[in-house]
């Protein structure tokens, strides 16, 4: 299994374009999610999917989409890049419903927006 | 989702065992404990978890008081490589249905390990 792959690793834009974050899995998760880390802060929630077809807000979701289409992706859509939204990226999956919900992180995004 | 409070910054020397603790006064009765960690640049990962139970596994042990309010990971041969950022996090286990706790893992500032040769 490959886990949970982001691409790209890095990215650089330009105020006001737009671009997608890649995020797969390849462990038939039902959950999928986003989060942000800004320097030297822990993790915050983006969106959130518990199934394709399936998408929430977390806490921090404004300027970006997302679609589930397929239990396997889950990618992050920036649509109007703003500096405020240069950070890393991280894509996580998890499997059960139950306690042992342990999620997997991908290696990041890391993202600049000038 | 109940609060943590961890150290800013441990150390620990490469062999000894390192400890970290975590308060959670106000946890409730359905929420578990969980680790994770940081390690420079990558995406967190998962340690372990508890409700009340002390528990073990290949990396580390956790020990939950008796009235679980705070808790401690036990890395038990700390290496170089376990130089990271851990996360103590308290949550419901599983998936809370019609809310926005769906799998939300809540990250604070976490505790600087740092082992020293």
């Known amino acids: 299994n490959a886990g949970v792959t982001q691409t790209p690793k890095f990215q650089v834009l330009k105020t006001g374009q737009s671009m997608t974050l890649q995020c797969a899995q390849d462990?038939?998760?039902?959950?999928m999610s986003w989060y942000r880390q800004d320097p030297g802060m822990g993790l915050r929630l983006i969106h959130y999917?518990?199934?394709?077809?399936?998408?929430d807000q977390g806490e921090v979701p404004n300027g970006y989409n997302v679609s589930r289409s397929t239990t396997e992706d889950f990618p992050l859509r920036l649509l109007s890049a703003a500096p405020s939204q240069t950070s890393v990226y991280f894509c996580?999956?998890?499997?059960?419903?139950?306690?042992?919900?342990?999620?997997?992180f991908g290696p990041g995004t890391r993202l600049t927006v000038l | 989702d109940a609060k943590t409070t961890q150290p800013t910054s441990m150390d620990c020397a490469e062999g000894r065992a390192a400890n970290l603790p975590c308060n959670h006064s106000?946890?409730?009765?359905?929420?578990?404990v969980y680790w994770y960690r940081q390690i420079h640049s990558q995406g967190p990962q998962y340690i372990i978890h508890?409700?009340?139970n002390n528990e073990t596994n290949e990396m580390a042990s956790l020990i939950i008081t008796e009235d679980r309010k705070s808790s401690t990971l036990i890395l038990p041969h700390a290496t170089l490589r376990d130089t990271a950022v851990y996360y103590c996090?308290?949550?419901?286990?599983?998936?809370?249905?019609?809310?926005?706790?769906?799998?939300?893992?809540?990250f604070g500032q976490g505790t600087i390990l740092t082992v020293h040769p």
């Open positions: 996580a999956s998890s499997y059960e419903r139950g306690v042992n919900n342990e999620q997997f």
């Open positions: 462990m038939n998760h039902e959950y």
């Open positions: 999917s518990v199934g394709a077809g399936i998408t």
């Open positions: 106000t946890i409730s009765g359905n929420e578990y």
């Open positions: 508890g409700l009340k």
């Open positions: 996090i308290v949550r419901v286990g599983g998936w809370v249905a019609g809310g926005t706790s769906y799998g939300k893992l809540t």
